[in-house]
């Protein structure tokens, strides 16, 4: 089964959950998907963030903002599209949920900061002969 008939499939199978259904999408929300589509997304669904379609730098380099990579990668931005395109049917905003994923994969993590351990138990790296252990305790 592809992937189209798969999805199609389970929209179908969950149609009554209300979670699955996109709300009616209002002026303000074809806007938004709009800008959205055109590569822009909201910081805390306020600030416009121009990320564009491809090419999405993930770690969120566009605010200087602690909260800013987490938000950008909870996909927030898919709501609208998604209540757009069921208001209007408009590829543009299906497309838009999808170009992100398909086009700027996700990079792999940075390498560890520490060498591997010494399988030989050498000590100095970790394994059978040294290392270092840390532990977190929460604040008193």
Not at 41 to 61: A, C, H, M, N, Q
Not at 78 to 96: H, I
Request: net charge positive; proline share 12%.
């Amino acid at each position: 089964m592809d992937v189209r008939k798969a999805i199609l499939a389970r929209a179908e199978a969950l149609a009554d959950f209300l979670g699955q259904r996109a709300p009616p999408a209002s002026a303000r929300t074809l806007d938004r998907a709009a800008k959205i589509a055109s590569g822009t997304v909201f910081f805390y669904r306020k600030t416009p963030v121009e990320v564009g379609l491809s090419g999405i730098d993930w770690s969120g380099s566009h605010i200087k903002h602690q909260e800013w990579p987490a938000q950008l990668n909870r996909f927030s931005y898919l709501g609208p599209l998604a209540s757009a395109y069921r208001e209007t049917g408009e590829e543009r905003f299906a497309l838009a949920a999808r170009a992100p994923r398909k086009r700027s994969p996700i990079p792999p993590p940075a390498p560890a900061p520490h060498p591997p351990p010494d399988p030989s138990g050498g000590g100095g790296g970790g394994g059978a002969g040294g290392g270092s252990c840390a532990a977190r305790y929460p604040h008193a």
